[in-house]
């Protein structure tokens, strides 16, 4: 893997190791507030669909934060925190231009069959459908986009939203 690095967009080991030996100069909170700055930066410019922060952090994060359950908590909780953040972008400030948002002649985000039977689910039951979400991004979009998209819907923040994207998360930072 570390010689197919480069051509997979991953930093390389020696890359890592140097951002690991800098890290570990830094006092705990100083660790968690920036590793929780970059994946929300990381989800709200949906750049983690072209780089892959998504790989990489959370298999640095057992160094950083002292083991592996440590660090699939933290990664976890702060990809959540930082997912929360494109749902409330959504929510708050988006609402409108995203329902009605077209991409190639497609009907509009809040016209779409996809949307409004994810619409239909998440009334039913949010905190399922936000779980089956992520442990199964089906929409028709980028991952990430996911979030903004259940910013759209009557998906409550924390006692559904939040709680799914979490559980969801420690499977694939675990791993």
């Not at 749902?87 to 329902?99: D, G, Q």
């Not at 009907?107 to 239909?120: M, Q």
């Not at 949010?126 to 199964?136: C, P, T, V």
């Amino acid at each position: 893997l570390d010689a197919l690095a480069p051509e997979l967009g991953l930093p390389s080991r020696e890359e890592l190791l140097d951002v690991v030996t800098y890290t570990q100069e830094m006092n705990y909170l100083t660790k968690l507030g920036l590793f929780l700055l970059v994946i929300t930066v990381e989800k709200v410019t949906l750049i983690g669909e072209f780089i892959p922060f998504g790989v990489v952090l959370p298999a640095i994060s057992p160094i950083l934060f002292g083991g592996v359950l440590q660090g699939t908590v933290i990664s976890a909780f702060c990809a959540a925190l930082g997912s929360s953040a494109n749902f409330v972008l959504a929510k708050s400030f988006f609402r409108e231009k995203f329902l009605e948002l077209s991409v190639f002649d497609q009907p509009a985000v809040g016209e779409s069959k996809w949307f409004n039977a994810l619409s239909k689910n998440i009334e039913k039951d949010g905190f399922k459908a936000a779980l089956f979400l992520r442990l199964a991004p089906v929409l028709p979009i980028p991952i990430d986009a996911h979030w903004y998209v259940c910013g759209l819907t009557p998906l409550k923040l924390w006692t559904e939203f939040f709680p799914a994207y979490f559980l969801g998360a420690l499977k694939a930072t675990f791993l």
